[in-house]
């Protein structure tokens, strides 16, 4: 994919971020990607993943963070990998981590209701995810949107899971993602220069 090509998807995700229908028919592609972890020579703490909607399937875009800064642009797509976004069940393995499983379940079960009103909320809805690099332990990944519940209203907000396969049978749950907005100390909206870089398409 062509940088071009991941800056105009990110934009077009953008481009609905207030249209509730318009989301939710982009979430019904799917719920899980999978992610191929590489080492790159300058690490990261962070990986930043986007949504963006190519050719009418919803993908998200991984690149780590010392990778999503304007001195990069012209390499976008050398250090960005398109993740085409697919539905799975999460009873498909065995889960050793009840809380992962409830948040993907919850995202199933809750989505269609969830994003309208996500996107009519002053934060709005998630432009991407801000990941710890740790949790990508293994070299084939998986991310999962969730649900996660805070506080004593039980106010939903967007998660991602990953989901590292150790061997064949046992699978490990992290979370450590936020989604942004609303942005942080230690996720600035100067960090995610794709964000700004897909208005420019």
Same mark, same amino acid.
Not at 6 to 24: E, F, H, R, T, Y
Not at 68 to 88: G, L, M, R
Not at 109 to 134: C, E, L, R
């Given at each position: ?77 050398? *250090?960005?990998? &398109?993740?085409?976004? $697919? ?10 981590? %009840? +809380? /992962? ?74 979370? *450590?993602?936020? &989604?942004?907005?609303? $942005? ?10 794709? %964000? +700004? /870089?897909?208005?420019?398409?």
């Amino acid at each position: 994919m062509t940088n071009r090509n991941i800056l105009q998807s990110i934009a077009n995700w953008n481009a609905i971020i207030k249209d509730g229908p318009a989301l939710v028919t982009a979430l019904g592609c799917g719920n899980r990607f999978s992610y191929t972890n590489t080492s790159y020579p300058v690490t990261s703490e962070y990986i930043h993943a986007y949504p963006g909607i190519y050719k009418n399937d919803l993908f998200f875009f991984l690149i780590p963070q010392a990778y999503d800064k304007k001195e990069f642009k012209s390499q976008i797509s050398a *250090y960005t990998q &398109p993740c085409k976004v $697919y539905w799975t069940l999460s009873g498909s393995h065995t889960i050793p981590d %009840l +809380e /992962a499983k409830a948040r993907m379940d919850r995202w199933v079960d809750n989505y269609k209701t969830w994003t309208p009103k996500q996107a009519s909320d002053p934060v709005g809805m998630f432009k991407a995810f801000n990941i710890h690099a740790d949790d990508f332990e293994s070299s084939e990944c998986m991310g999962t949107l969730g649900l996660q519940v805070g506080g004593d209203e039980g106010i939903m907000t967007a998660d991602m899971i990953i989901a590292n396969q150790n061997d064949k049978t046992l699978i490990q749950f992290d979370d *450590y993602a936020t &989604p942004v907005p609303p $942005y942080t100390s230690i996720a600035t909206e100067e960090s995610f220069y794709l %964000l +700004e /870089a897909s208005k420019l398409v």
